[in-house]
């Protein structure tokens, strides 16, 4: 096992390895930054130029890709509160107050070395289960999903702000557009209203693209200025390295955001997006001022970036286990390995422990020189927060619309990033809260497969979700979320909390 | 250097068999060919068709590039309806996962194509369907199956998928009463549903199971192939249902409907040469994913037969 590794890092530390791994993270970041484009489009761009290559260089390449993604994609919700990837919605919710206050260099500085962080300990959090993988990869399954996607719904009532009433109506509304579509147990067409571009359900990309870029570049139109409200008399922009520092700080949450992720990330058919929302949720939790999630906590930025990168690692420990990828990328990935002639399986780690570790290590340094180069242009990034609406709003709106159009060549998905923009627009407009309805829209699919499948598991008995440890302590912890505050607001009588959107 | 005296021969035949031919064929392909695929980028059916696109090329009376457009969706449904939908010009073809992309509409869904109009071109490659079991099973033989009290749970993908049907078919022919756990994505999601325990059987080709096969993941019970991979595994044919033999995914490639036979002609004997190509053979070699193919013609054949057994075996379970 050491003699592997050792060989990779050997190809990987020389003049050729490095140079794919720095030309993997540098097309990483791109394709992260852009909204729309991720890093399953970048994989499956790359592997045309892979041809020909030798497989471990073409390994380092997607390695390089895969580790710098995450970071890329948190710059544009940071900066325009628009997801660069679905993994990164989450940290538009604080990233984007915090831009507004003027701290995008803090927040910038946070998300990079929280990424950095994040996507190590999934190495590390690889590295210690591999002689488990199998086990671990076994215990989760629908009852699990089923308990961990109520807690993440559960996070609605958290998300609302003061307005209970309009959270749950948002969050419904999200629900049911996740219900649209092919129902994957009965097989039936649901509420897609004869149009056959809904068949598989809204496609999640271009609903948050329109829901967050398209609304929040309608809204500084009307609002005109620049995303920074604080007009010249703020002095300075605050330093990036307030933002290292913060996540220094603030090591439980990166802890617990790499955990999530690096377990999320270990489960097939969840994705990095639940990852991400579930340790933004459980951030929140755990906070001692949770009410100041939403309007620029920073820990709102950690939490959800350490979770984003930690998945890879953790999406690697199915893939080891049993070839089965636990990551859209890592599926893509897997494709790869195919086309160089190698066949990924549940003896993978047995015939090509030379090309997993690659994979690690080029996983495992990529996001650390994705979090550098972030570091090191953070400042000028931040600059962007200070660009008039006239010159970002036709900029960021172009760039959005392409790359929606580029993930999958289909005019359709703009059309649909353009409605859920006004939608966006509109909810932002009368105080509804974008929140509820994307966690409803990202979690309802998963809620409502897993319930199925685990009432076909035990034939029809609800015990199911009781009698497993996993799935019951998920449930208790889900009912406490939703009936400690509760007791609490009811023994204390405040009064209710001010609106957020 | 061979690839430069193939197109100078290409050449010379395009302008020999110019002249005989009608025009549609004689300047056959002047622009650069569209290969669907109605698979995500990644896995093992996409590898194989851009490793035959990628050489595909060349072996075309003149060189253009064949590119790969992966278009998921709907089970296969959203590229198969633009392939019946495109120009028959022969310069849009598409990768057909067959029985997966018949079975919507055997079972009598309404879906925007006629797969029975398609124009076949070739098969690349095919693998039977086994049956497994999970390892803790008690099952080890078919009379166990049908002496089973409580209904055998298989998971499979949702109604009007492959996996669906033929786990119904399965159950109908051996006479077992069995329940589905169901609604995951594709092969790899329900193969780690019975890794894990979610269902006890699960019916899956041939390549994708008997790796877990071997390494003591899963348990063998039945193939459908004709001579087992496995060695010692009983065959479909060995228990007494040989109309079953042979049931197993099939790796097709169709043009859209009315495709005139010279462009068809051309197509089909690319694609045979495509496969025989070093390269590609290198390539299946390595990745262990062998070729199995035949051409238009002989597809066509296979295609309709295997519907006539699908149709009446699904007519047996009422669709379930």
């Given at each position: 096992m050491f003699e592997s590794l050792i060989d990779a890092a050997g190809l990987l530390f020389t003049l050729n390895g490095g140079m794919w791994l720095a030309l993997g993270a540098i097309i990483g970041l791109l394709f992260g930054v852009i909204p729309g484009l991720g890093g399953t489009t970048a994989i499956a761009l790359m592997i045309p130029f892979t041809f020909g290559r030798e497989p471990y260089e073409a390994i380092t390449l997607m390695g390089g890709v895969m580790g710098a993604v995450p970071f890329g994609g948190s710059v544009s919700a940071i900066l325009l509160n628009t997801p660069g990837t679905a993994p990164n919605t989450a940290t538009c919710f604080d990233g984007y107050p915090l831009a507004q206050q003027g701290k995008a260099g803090m927040a910038i500085g946070a998300a990079a070395t929280a990424s950095s962080l994040g996507g190590l300990i999934g190495v590390v959090f690889l590295a210690a289960m591999i002689p488990v993988a199998k086990q671990i990869v076994l215990l989760i399954g629908p009852p699990e999903f089923f308990a961990l996607a109520l807690l993440g719904i559960a996070g609605i009532a958290l998300s609302t702000g003061g307005n209970l009433l309009r959270g749950l109506i948002c969050g419904a509304a999200g629900l049911g557009l996740a219900f649209v579509g092919y129902d994957g147990v009965s097989g039936g067409v649901r509420f897609t209203g004869g149009i056959g571009y809904l068949w598989d359900g809204v496609p999640l990309v271009p609903a948050l693209t329109g829901i967050f870029a398209i609304t929040e570049m309608i809204n500084l139109t009307v609002k005109g200025g620049t995303v920074f409200g604080g007009g010249q008399a703020t002095p300075k922009i605050s330093r990036v390295s307030d933002g290292v520092k913060s996540v220094l700080r603030q090591y439980p949450v990166v802890l617990q955001g790499s955990l999530i992720g690096a377990?999320?990330?270990?489960?097939?058919?969840?994705?990095?997006?639940?990852?991400?929302?579930?340790?933004?949720?459980?951030?929140?939790?755990?906070?001692?001022?949770?009410?100041?999630?939403?309007?620029?906590?920073?820990?709102?930025v950690i939490a959800p970036e350490s979770a984003n990168n930690a998945k890879e690692g953790g999406a690697l420990i199915p893939t080891l286990a049993f070839g089965i990828p636990g990551s859209a990328e890592m599926a893509v990935f897997l494709g790869v390995l195919v086309l160089h002639g190698l066949e990924p399986g549940p003896l993978m780690l047995v015939e090509n422990e030379g090309v997993v570790f690659s994979l690690i290590l080029a996983l495992a340094v990529a996001c650390v020189i994705a979090s550098l180069i972030g570091l090191a242009v953070a400042r000028w990034a931040a600059l962007l927060t200070r660009v008039d609406v006239h010159l970002l709003v036709p900029t960021v709106v172009s760039v959005a619309f392409i790359g929606v159009y580029a993930l999958r060549s289909s005019i359709e998905d703009v059309v649909m990033a353009l409605i859920f923009g006004i939608l966006g627009y509109l909810m932002v407009r009368f105080d509804y809260p974008r929140i509820s309805l994307v966690i409803g829209l990202v979690l309802g699919e998963i809620a409502e497969v897993s319930f199925h499948q685990s009432l076909m598991m035990s034939e029809g008995s609800w015990t199911i979700f009781f009698t497993r440890s996993i799935t019951l302590g998920l449930l208790v912890t889900t009912l406490a979320i939703l009936v400690v505050p509760a007791i609490g607001a009811f023994a204390s009588r405040k009064p209710p909390e001010e609106d957020r959107s | 250097m061979a690839a430069r005296h193939l197109f100078a021969a290409a050449c010379a035949a395009v302008i020999l068999i110019g002249a005989v031919l009608p025009a549609t064929a004689a300047s056959y392909p002047e622009r650069n060919i569209t290969f669907l695929v109605p698979f995500k980028t990644g896995g093992g059916y996409d590898a194989t068709v851009r490793t035959v696109a990628k050489v595909l090329g060349k072996y075309l009376p003149n060189e253009v590039?064949?590119?790969?457009?992966?278009?998921?969706?709907?089970?296969?449904?959203?590229?198969?309806?633009?392939?019946?939908?495109?120009?028959?010009?022969?310069?849009?073809?598409?990768?057909?996962?067959?029985?997966?992309?018949?079975?919507?509409?055997?079972?009598?869904?309404?879906?925007?194509?006629?797969?029975?109009?398609?124009?076949?071109?070739?098969?690349?490659?095919?693998?039977?369907?086994?049956?497994?079991?999970?390892?803790?099973?008690?099952?080890?033989?078919?009379?166990?199956?049908?002496?089973?009290?409580?209904?055998?749970?298989?998971?499979?993908?949702?109604?009007?998928?492959?996996?669906?049907?033929?786990?119904?078919?399965?159950?109908?022919?051996?006479?077992?009463?069995?329940?589905?756990?169901?609604?995951?994505?594709?092969?790899?999601?329900?193969?780690?549903?019975?890794?894990?325990?979610?269902a006890e059987m699960v019916i899956g080709t041939v390549e994708g199971l008997s790796r877990f096969v071997e390494s003591g993941d899963l348990k063998p019970l039945i193939t459908f192939e004709a001579k087992p991979t496995i060695p010692g595994l009983l065959t479909v044919r060995e228990a007494g249902f040989p109309e079953l033999e042979g049931m197993g995914a099939q790796r097709l490639v169709a043009a859209p409907p009315t495709l005139p036979d010279d462009i068809r002609q051309i197509l089909s004997d690319a694609i045979q040469k495509a496969i025989s190509d070093p390269d590609s053979q290198a390539w299946a070699e390595k990745a262990n994913r062998p070729f199995d193919p035949l051409d238009g013609t002989a597809v066509e054949r296979e295609v309709s037969k295997g519907s006539f057994i699908l149709k009446r075996y699904i007519e047996a379970v009422g669709k379930d």
């Open positions: 377990v999320v990330g270990a489960v097939p058919g969840i994705g990095g997006t639940v990852a991400s929302f579930l340790s933004y949720t459980s951030a929140v939790l755990v906070s001692k001022h949770p009410e100041s999630f939403g309007k620029g906590d920073i820990a709102g | 590039d064949v590119r790969p457009l992966n278009l998921p969706g709907g089970g296969g449904r959203k590229a198969y309806t633009k392939l019946y939908n495109a120009k028959p010009d022969g310069y849009t073809i598409a990768a057909f996962a067959y029985p997966g992309g018949a079975m919507p509409q055997i079972v009598g869904e309404t879906v925007g194509y006629d797969f029975e109009k398609l124009t076949w071109l070739a098969r690349l490659s095919q693998s039977a369907y086994m049956v497994a079991l999970n390892k803790e099973s008690k099952i080890g033989s078919l009379a166990d199956l049908r002496g089973r009290e409580l209904p055998v749970k298989i998971a499979s993908s949702g109604l009007g998928s492959t996996s669906f049907a033929v786990t119904a078919i399965f159950a109908k022919a051996v006479g077992f009463k069995m329940a589905r756990v169901t609604g995951y994505e594709g092969s790899r999601e329900y193969t780690l549903g019975v890794l894990r325990g979610d």
